[in-house]
Structure formats: C-alpha cells, structure tokens
C-alpha cells in the first residue's frame, strides 16, 4: 500500500514563509543582531532558513514543526542571533495550539507556562537581581503568550463550529417537521375525501351495475334515483373538498364538522341505498358533551363501515352500537359476513386503514374481523370495533 503524499503548505503558509525570511534577510544585511555570540553572524541564517521551512509545516504538520523549531531556536542563541527567528517560532507555538490535536492545546499553555515559571526562578538564582524578571517575561512572550492567543482562538472556532453545527440541526429537524406535517396533512385529506366520497361512489356503482343487469323499469328507475341523489351530494361534497384547498387566503369559511347527531341521517341514507341498518345508541343526555376530535372520528369509523357494509355484507341486518364508557367512547357496528348477494363495488382496503389511523390518532384501538354470530349459530358478522379514549381535561370540550 503506497503511503499518503503530504499535503501542500496553505497559500497563507507560503505567504508568511516569504515575508519572514525576507525580513530576517534584511535585518541581517543590515547587520541588526540580537546579540554577541562566538559563531559570526553567517551562522545565523541556518536557523533563519530552518524556521522559515518549519513555517511552512504549521499547519499541516504542527507537532512536528514545534519540536524542530524549539531545536532551531536553541541553535539560534548560539549565534548572533535574528528578530525574524524569533518571530516565526512564536507563529509556530500559535499554530500548534490552533490546529494541532486536541491534547497538544491543552499541553502546550502548560508547558509553556512551566518553562517560563523554571527560566525565571533559574536566572533569578543565577543572577541574583530583578533584571532577571525581563528574561522570564521575554521567554513569556516567545512561549506562553502565543500559546494563550492559540487556546482563545481554537475555542472561539470551536464554538463558531458548535453554533453552526447546531444550527445545521436545527435546520434539518425543521425541514423533518416540515416534512412530517406535510405527509400527516396528505394523510388527513385522503382520509376525508375517502370517508365522505366513497359512500356516494359505492352506492352509485351498486345501484348502477343492478340497472344493468336487471331488466325492470320500475327497479332501473329507483336505481337511477338513488344515482342521482347519491352523484348530487357526491358533486358537492368534491366541490367544496377542491375549494377548501385552492383558496389559499384563507378566507373560505369549512363546512361544520359531522357530529354524532348526524347518525340518523346517515343509518336514513344507508336504507335508502338498499341496507337494513339499526342504530343502538346507549348514550343518554346526562353524559358530558364529547370533544370533537372524537365525535369526527366516531362519525367517520360508522360511516366507513356502514359503506363496507353496502359494498361487501350478506344480506341481513347491520347494528350500529354507541356506549359511553367511563374513559371513553365505544364504537361498534356488526355487519353480516358472507357471500353478498347482488352486484358488489370493488374495495381497496383504504377503508380500514383510515378507520385504523383515526382511532391511533386519539389514541385509541381498532379492531376488525369476523367473529360468530351472537343469535344465529353457525352464522357470522364482520365486526368493527372502536374506543377512543378521552381526556379528562378534554371533557365538555366540544370546539
């Protein structure tokens, strides 16, 4: 496996690379030392040229040029010596603090501070005069100074880094919400226009396909009536449903939700379209009013499966039972189950699903299935069975 090239020094890098040498070149044209050492002033351009190399490392490879500019700058006093050296060695503690690892920023203010307390106390032993102070203030400014300027700016990138990322988040979970609200409303119109369509278009395709097939004016002409009555209110249900969600103002004022006071007009209307629907409703007017989330929803569930019924259901009779029950409302309608006798409408199935989601969405159950006949042995019903619990704080909360 081949080894990773390094990577290229940064164009900042290249940049004070050439601006320092420069300088130290002209400082030493110039003959401007730091001081007056054996090896002539020559010798100091090796650690000149050594540091400007390592400048260019100090991002890329901070650790690395810390320690070879430490041993450049130790080689520096023995010669006369360039401000410019100095210089991009403090460039290099900096860098080393802001992009090294996280543990060589916490190091190295530590270190730098430990040597600069040990040079301080040394020269003060060695010289015995305050004068000593300037030389541990100036190793404080070629170390530890840098060293602190680096740990201040990598947590303020840090945090700038913390606050982007949060608000990254805080994007994403809004676009999630966003996405989520959009799909429950989806899900709330198909359940609507399900629930207040299909009736219509179940009892239009019953009754149209026994025109058909029987040939009997005095049948065609009910089947025709029921046709009309059921495209008329089918027309207007859509029309209001489509003007509900061009008007984008605001302004078009909804139809009132359905209550359960509506359960008569629907168990009528279900007789009308041919079934024998009986309507037991164990509620009495002492009971606390019902909210309306869960009137809506127990509307829906009875007409949903007063329209099963139409489409699938053996002749017979079709109970639809109502109980308050202590923590809620129970809904029940039994349908006979069997071979269904006449012309059928085709189901998809979504009708079970929305019934199931409403009650989910009170947080309430479902269920659904055939089970005995509770007069007849060895005869069936398909039950649907509802409860929707109720909110104690919810109670008397109709709007």
């Known amino acids: ?108 203010p530590v270190t730098t501070g430990l040597i600069t307390v040990a040079v301080t106390v040394g020269f003060l032993a060695w010289f015995r005069q305050a004068d000593a102070i300037l030389v541990g203030a100036v190793t404080a400014l070629v170390t530890f100074a840098p060293a602190t300027t680096g ?20 994007a994403l979970l809004a676009e999630m919400d966003r996405t989520q609200a959009v799909t429950a409303e989806r899900a709330r119109m198909a ?56 008007d984008s103002s605001g302004d078009l004022e909804p139809a009132a939700a359905p209550t359960l006071d509506g359960l008569g007009a629907l168990a009528e209307n279900a007789r009308t379209n041919g079934l024998d629907v009986r309507l037991d409703d164990a509620r009495t007017p002492h009971d606390p009013p019902l909210p309306a989330p869960v009137e809506l929803a127990a509307y829906r569930i009875v007409q949903e499966s007063l329209t099963n019924a139409l489409k699938h259901a053996a002749p017979g009779l079709v109970t639809v039972a109502l109980a308050r029950e202590p923590d809620g409302l129970r809904v029940r309608v039994s349908s006979p189950f069997g071979e269904a006798r006449g012309p059928r409408a085709p189901g998809s199935g979504a009708g079970l699903v929305g019934m199931q989601e409403r009650a989910a969405l009170l947080g309430g159950t479902f269920e659904s299935g055939p089970e005995p006949h509770p007069e007849l042995p060895g005869a069936k019903v398909w039950r649907v069975e509802a409860r929707l619990p109720i909110d104690p704080k919810d109670q008397g909360v109709t709007e």
Not at 155 to 160: G, L, P
């Open 1 to 108: 496996m081949p080894l990773p090239l390094p990577r290229r020094p940064d164009v900042v890098d290249v940049r004070i690379c050439v601006a320092s040498l420069l300088s130290g070149l002209g400082l030493w044209a110039l003959g401007i030392t730091m001081q007056t050492r054996p090896f002539g002033e020559s010798w100091s351009l090796l650690p000149l040229f050594a540091m400007a190399g390592l400048v260019l490392l100090r991002r890329t490879a901070p650790t690395f040029a810390l320690c070879a500019g430490s041993l450049a700058l130790i080689a520096d006093q023995f010669t006369t010596g360039n401000l410019a050296t100095v210089v991009m060695f403090t460039d290099i503690v900096y860098a080393a603090v802001v992009y090294g690892t996280p543990a060589q920023a916490r190091r190295i």
């Open 151 to 170: 740990v201040l700016v990598r947590n303020h990138r840090e945090a700038a880094d913390l606050a982007r990322l949060r608000a990254e988040q805080t």
């Open 191 to 246: 359940r609507e226009l399900h629930d207040m369509v299909a009736n219509h278009l179940s009892a239009i395709a019953i009754h149209s396909t026994a025109a058909l097939s029987l040939d009997d004016p005095r049948t065609t002409k009910d089947a025709l009536t029921v046709i009309r009555e059921n495209s008329v209110e089918g027309l207007a249900e859509m029309r209001r449903l489509i003007g509900i969600l061009r």
